[in-house]
């Protein structure tokens, strides 16, 4: 399930301990979503750094939806997937979350934006949307709930990955999953070469339950192979 959630902030969605080192100024405010994730098929070769299955290769692709649907597929191996489109701002909406391990998927009630076209106008700007989850096989319901998200901070950066040094940007993001009984929270970085898309993916997740119990775990992922 956590590396599940990586895709979420590999768009949202996520070396051999990947290090981010932040550059002394911010993000020109020109910088937009699409020279951040180019939309055009392609396919990265990512390694896991940290969590449950270190050192695992995995492809992360971004490719066209299905025939007959609007907007793009954003995959991450055999752990998840969602699905993205524009809005009629340019701003990338979150439609879907898939996770494919848990036999699951996530319907976003409406489509969640998480990146404005121009990235640096949204930070700050908490944005919401009702969400529920179901069973793949069956399509029964298994619980509902409500989603902020919040873009913190973006920056530009430099990335130690396998493949080597990467400059590019640092997107901080928080992304909060409101549901009965229980609420995840998960603090996520996005870095992204300009023009040629995401390089490296962090998040820290927390799980309460009933407010009283907590869980705490980290995954990572870095580009494999340039």
Same mark, same amino acid.
Do not use: E, K, N, V
């Given at each position: 399930m956590v590396c599940a959630r990586l895709v979420v902030f590999f768009m949202v969605c &996520?070396? @051999?301990?990947v290090l981010a080192d932040e550059w002394a100024f911010a993000a020109p405010y020109e910088v937009t979503v699409r020279e951040l994730i180019p939309f055009a098929n392609w396919q990265k070769q990512f390694k896991i750094t940290d969590g449950k299955d270190q050192g695992r290769l995995v492809p992360l692709s971004f490719h066209n939806g299905a025939v007959g649907q609007e907007g793009w597929r954003l995959n991450f191996g055999d752990y998840a997937g969602v699905r993205l489109r524009n809005d009629t701002t340019g701003a990338l909406m979150l439609e879907r979350?898939? &996770? *494919?391990k848990s036999r699951s *998927?996530?319907?976003?009630e409406p489509a969640l934006p998480i990146l404005a076209r121009d990235i640096s106008s949204g930070v700050a700007i908490p944005r919401h949307a009702n *969400? =529920?989850?179901y069973d793949r096989d069956t399509g029964k319901l298994k619980r509902t709930g409500h989603a902020t998200h919040l873009v913190k901070r973006v920056s530009r950066s430099q990335f130690e990955t %396998? @493949? $080597?040094m990467i400059d590019g940007y640092y997107i901080e993001i928080e992304h909060r999953m409101d549901m009965q009984f229980a609420q995840l929270i998960m603090s996520l970085g996005? $870095?992204? =070469?300009?023009?040629?898309? %995401?390089v490296y993916g962090s998040g820290r997740y927390t799980l309460r339950k009933l407010g009283i119990f907590s869980e705490t775990k980290t995954a990572a992922a870095a580009l494999a192979i340039r």
């Open positions: &996520l070396s @051999a301990t979350l898939d &996770l *494919f *998927f996530i319907l976003y *969400f =529920r989850m %396998p @493949a $080597g996005l $870095g992204c =070469r300009l023009d040629d898309g %995401p």
